[in-house]
């Protein structure tokens, strides 16, 4: 019989010593998840926090330490998907909200980071290989996909979008809006409400950013608008922003493309509390969307 060579000259003492490390280190593993499972919560806790910030300063300047906590919890539990769920909501937030605008090579880097998170989430649940599959392949697994997964696959579908929507001049970048659409089209299906309908905004734009030769139907586009709208009872912003910002300007109506984006800057800031940093980011925009409107119309 062939002996373990690492431990078969050893004497008794020192392989009871090398069990004990080897059972210590296996706790300390496990005391380590454990204590992250137990602050995910707080994650939750610290978003509806933030998410009543109406100090958009305040709010971009604490992002940095939150992610590094995330992702150093997600260093010691790298098989919890709804970590790398929180991952991808973070660095899209941070990207639309603080850097798109102002940093776009920042903000696409950050869109690909929460992608590879969204993504990495939705595998761990069981998904194979999403971004290279077959795409038939690709659409049977999101169709087997429930309700425990809609947040993945809406942060997932999102962040893909926005990189995809900054690589629009890459063919390739484009060829792959057809999964992300798909991932969006699984949130509809299974709860068309999830975060205050913003699948209903995602279709918005999908259909109202584009001609109707081009697979546009203006429409389509107004109807998840509106279906977005009765969400939130038309307290979040951003609902219009992307009205006037894509459908507007694609039907070259610069009456409603002023009109929304004024109205989205006169809101008041108490409109909707539980959601006021991201009507502060709706009014931010707004205000750089204005500066162009004598440029695109």
């Known amino acids: ?41 707080m994650i939750d806790s610290g978003i509806e926090a933030m998410n009543y910030e109406t100090d958009l300063q305040l709010a971009e300047d604490s992002m940095p330490a939150n992610l590094g906590m995330l992702n150093g919890m997600i260093n010691l539990d790298p098989e919890n998907a709804q970590l790398h769920t929180f991952a991808a909501q973070a660095y899209y937030g941070l990207s639309y909200g603080f850097n798109e605008d102002s940093n776009p090579e920042r903000g696409s880097n950050f869109y690909l980071r929460g992608l590879k998170h969204g993504l990495t989430a939705l595998e761990l649940n069981g998904a194979k290989d999403l971004k290279n599959v077959p795409i038939a392949d690709f659409e049977a697994q999101v169709s087997k996909m429930d309700e425990d997964e809609v947040a993945a696959l809406f942060w997932t579908a999102s962040n893909w ?10 063919t390739e970048a484009i060829a792959q809006l057809v999964r992300a659409t798909a991932l ?8 068309d409400t999830f975060y205050y309908g913003g699948a209903h ?32 009872d038309s307290k979040l912003l951003i609902a219009d922003l992307l009205q006037a910002q894509y459908l507007a300007r694609q039907q070259h109506d610069q009456q409603d493309f002023h009109t929304r984006l004024t109205a ?14 991201q009507n502060q980011i709706a009014k931010r925009k707004a205000a750089l969307l204005l500066k162009k409107e004598s440029e695109w119309f």
């Open 184 to 191: 969006m089209q699984r949130v509809i299906e299974l709860d």
């Open 1 to 41: 019989m062939i002996q373990n060579v690492t431990t078969m000259h050893l004497p008794p003492s020192i392989k009871l010593f090398t069990l004990t490390l080897a059972l210590l280190t296996m706790s300390a593993c496990s005391m380590d998840k454990m204590m992250v499972r137990m602050s995910v919560p």
């Open 161 to 170: 979008a926005k990189w995809i929507d900054m690589h629009r001049d890459d």
């Open 264 to 277: 989205v800057l006169d809101a008041p800031d108490d409109l909707m509390p539980e959601l006021a940093l």
């Open 201 to 232: 905004m995602y279709f918005g734009v999908y259909y109202g950013s584009r001609a109707p030769l081009l697979g546009g139907n203006f429409e389509k586009s107004r109807q998840h608008f509106d279906r977005a709208r009765e969400i939130t």
